[in-house]
């Protein structure tokens, strides 16, 4: 059974930094990626970024890549996602998720997820 557990969540005005952690425990594969989503309200699930083992790095567009770093602990099993200049559209329930071998954007292909934290950014 792997647990994953999100945290670093708030409320923060724009233009703000957050940084979201994410904690693995349990068993976990040789070797995993991680990554992070968000939900926003009415609207599905969508990738935000993810990261190998290795630390090979994958976003989701530009904007986010301008703004977010998305990094890991392997010895902490541990993934953060830094975000700064925030915008009110970031707002969402973000998720952790964590998948064996290399990085992916595709909801399916996670093996297991956290239970999500909530990031509300005000205009």
């Known amino acids: 059974q792997v647990q994953l557990v999100e945290s670093g969540g708030g409320l923060v005005q724009a233009g703000g930094s957050l940084r979201l952690s994410c904690k693995v425990s349990?068993?976990?594969?040789?070797?995993?990626?991680m990554g992070w989503f968000r939900q926003a309200p009415g609207k599905e699930r969508s990738f935000v970024a993810s990261?190998?083992?290795?630390?090979?790095?994958?976003y989701d567009s530009d904007s986010v890549k301008a703004r977010f770093t998305i990094s890991r602990d392997n010895a902490e099993n541990t993934v953060y996602l830094q975000m700064n200049s925030l915008k009110p559209e970031d707002t969402a329930v973000y998720y952790c998720?964590?998948?064996?071998?290399?990085?992916?954007?595709?909801?399916?292909?996670?093996?297991?997820w956290g239970q999500g934290t909530q990031v509300t950014v005000s205009s």
């Open positions: 998720a964590v998948r064996q071998g290399a990085v992916s954007r595709f909801r399916r292909e996670y093996d297991y």
């Open positions: 990261i190998s083992w290795s630390g090979m790095r994958i």
């Open positions: 349990g068993r976990t594969f040789s070797s995993y990626a």
